[in-house]
């Protein structure tokens, strides 16, 4: 079932006490990238999974891509995300021993929807058009 239609969606749990402890370590160790981790947890679905460009990270979080992208390179090498290509786009997959969205046991399954999260600019000229999307995508860049 996709995450959006879920209940309980909006919860976020961080598993205790490596999760806690990871968290921790992250925001003191690497403040930006624990801002990048916060922003992916925010929008991951419930199979922890964003499809999302650096750009659009970059605009919400209000750094260079450049920025978001030495803070996704030192999330992946301290194993607190995975990203896998889909074309051109990344899909991000938060590291479930630390947070998780869905029930506990949930866990060991691995079907995955991945939600999509796209910019304004990212968006094809008659979708920017549309008051209600253009809104969403404001309150994004607004995070």
């Known amino acids: 079932m996709p995450s959006a239609t879920k209940k309980n969606s909006a919860f976020i749990q961080l598993t205790d006490p490596d999760g ?23 929008y991951m679905d419930t199979d922890n999974c964003l499809v999302v460009s650096m750009h659009t990270i970059s605009l919400s979080v209000g750094v260079s891509r450049q920025t978001i992208s030495k803070s996704v390179s030192y999330l992946k090498k301290h194993q607190y995300i995975a990203v896998f290509k889909s074309g051109t786009s990344n899909v991000y997959t938060l590291n479930s021993n630390i947070v998780w969205k869905d029930r506990g046991d949930k866990k060991v399954e691995a079907l995955l929807y991945g939600a999509v999260l796209l910019s304004l600019d990212e968006q094809e000229p008659e979708s920017k058009k549309n008051a209600s999307i253009k809104k969403q995508l404001e309150l994004i860049k607004n995070v």
């Open 20 to 42: 806690i402890d990871a968290m921790r370590v992250l925001t003191k160790a690497n403040a930006m990238a624990a801002n990048v981790f916060y922003f992916l947890m925010k």
